[in-house]
């Protein structure tokens, strides 16, 4: 079974900087698909950034320009950097795989597999 771990989440003042990962691993086959969402107390879940099977990627129009992809495909393992942070940045920060190459644009229900989720916290 996919199993996936993130870490590097924290506290952090306004206009900081974090780098979160996630590491993937017990994949059957791939290609596959791997997205962060993030959800607050009493809100829905969002995406923030993923990149599918074929090396597309997608980002939340809000957060183009501050947060940024990249991937280890020897280690397994998806980061988002994260700059410029801000108070309404603060959410659980969740990692999502998938086995399938479709899964942009992104969606919450077209992710199978998530990690256990990793707090962000921006104080002003």
């Known amino acids: 079974q996919v199993h996936l771990v993130e870490s590097g989440g924290g506290s952090v003042q306004a206009g900081g900087s974090l780098r979160l990962s996630c590491q993937a691993s017990?994949?059957?086959?791939?290609?596959?698909?791997m997205a962060w969402f993030r959800q607050s107390p009493g809100k829905e879940r969002e995406a923030v950034a993923g990149?599918?099977?074929?090396?597309?990627?997608s980002y939340a129009d809000s957060l183009k320009g501050r947060f940024t992809l990249s991937k280890d495909d020897v280690k397994n393992t998806l980061y988002l950097q994260m700059s410029n942070l801000q108070p309404d940045d603060t959410a659980m920060y969740y990692c999502?795989?998938?086995?399938?190459?479709?899964?942009?644009?992104?969606?919450?229900?077209?992710?199978?597999?998530w990690g256990q989720g990793t707090q962000v916290t921006v104080s002003s």
């Open positions: 999502a795989a998938d086995l399938g190459s479709w899964c942009l644009p992104l969606r919450a229900d077209r992710f199978e597999h």
């Open positions: 990149v599918d099977g074929l090396g597309g990627t």
């Open positions: 017990d994949f059957a086959y791939s290609p596959f698909c």
